[in-house]
């Protein structure tokens, strides 16, 4: 049986994105993206709801992101389900599924972080400064 493991979300960030680096030098952006989803049920009443998904974007696209995009930045997308289990420090297991996106399109008109004093984009400080993570690209 073959099997497919291909997401596709469009919504707005629900956070300003978190720039890290891995000990090996790669870029990593954490996002939050809210996807609404509006409808009405038997009664004729409008319900809306929301569903939050925490994206994992890397190399220059993490840097990309961090430098254009705010939180209510409207993006699309293209990626696949991770799924993460840890031990929080009571010892209990905890888990949970991410989105690794291969693309993040832009829908919104970007905006642009000021040029930094020295020539340097903002984002290129940002990644410099950035804290370490263990976690090595996935791929």
């Known amino acids: 049986m073959a099997n497919m493991n291909r997401v596709f979300l469009m919504g707005n960030l629900t956070r300003e994105p978190r720039l890290k680096q891995t000990n090996a030098g790669n870029s ?11 409808y009405k049920n038997r009664d004729g009443e409008l319900v809306e709801s929301a569903c939050f998904v925490d994206i994992d974007v890397w190399g220059r696209q ?3 992101c961090a430098e254009y995009l705010d939180k209510g930045s409207p993006v699309m997308i293209d990626g696949k389900l ?3 289990s840890w031990e929080n420090d009571e010892g209990q297991r ?10 993040v399109q832009f829908l919104g008109r970007p905006r642009k972080k000021a040029e930094a004093e ?22």
């Open 28 to 38: 990593v952006a954490e996002l939050g993206v809210a996807i609404n989803d509006n």
């Open 62 to 64: 993490a840097e990309s």
């Open 82 to 84: 991770k799924f993460d």
């Open 94 to 103: 905890r888990s949970k599924i991410r989105v690794h996106a291969f693309r």
């Open 118 to 139: 020295d020539g340097g984009s903002e984002v290129a400080r940002s990644a410099a400064e950035a804290e370490p993570v263990e976690a090595e690209m996935p791929f």
